[in-house]
Nanobody
Framework: QVQLVESGGGLVQAGGSLRLSCAAS????????MGWFRQAPGKEREFVAA????????LYADSVKGRFTISRDTAKNTVYLQMNSLKPEDTAVYYC?????????????????WGQGTQVTVSS
């Protein structure tokens, strides 16, 4: 069992930055591919970014490529999402998730453990 707790969300103006954190506890954090997803009101949960357990590979949704960066600190059992140049369309609840796969996976169904989410609101 893995417990995930997100933090770092908030209200920011367009063009601003936020860094989300996801603290993991329970089973070995380093054994999981980690992902970030987001869900806006009335929309389906969508993939944002993912990083393999060894951090040798990352993948980003086209909508965030070049603006967001995913990273992980195994010593701290934490994965991060640095979000720069934020846009109003980035407004959503952001979730981190853990998947027991060695490679990057992008579908929510491939992730076994989820955090409770953190709200990100970008004002225009």
């Amino acid at each position: 069992q893995v417990q995930l707790v997100e933090s770092g969300g908030g209200l920011v103006q367009a063009g601003g930055s936020l860094r989300l954190s996801c603290a993991a506890s329970g089973r070995t954090f380093s054994g999981y591919t980690m992902g970030w997803f987001r869900q806006a009101p009335g929309k389906e949960r969508e993939f944002v970014a993912a990083i393999t357990r060894s951090a040798d590979s990352t993948l980003y949704a086209d909508s965030v490529k070049g603006r967001f960066t995913i990273s992980r600190d195994t010593a701290k059992n934490t994965v991060y999402l640095q979000m720069n140049s934020l846009k109003p369309e980035d407004t959503a609840v952001y979730y981190c998730a853990a998947a027991i796969f060695p490679a990057i996976v992008v579908h929510p169904n491939d992730y076994y453990y989820w955090g409770q989410g953190t709200q990100v609101t970008v004002s225009s």
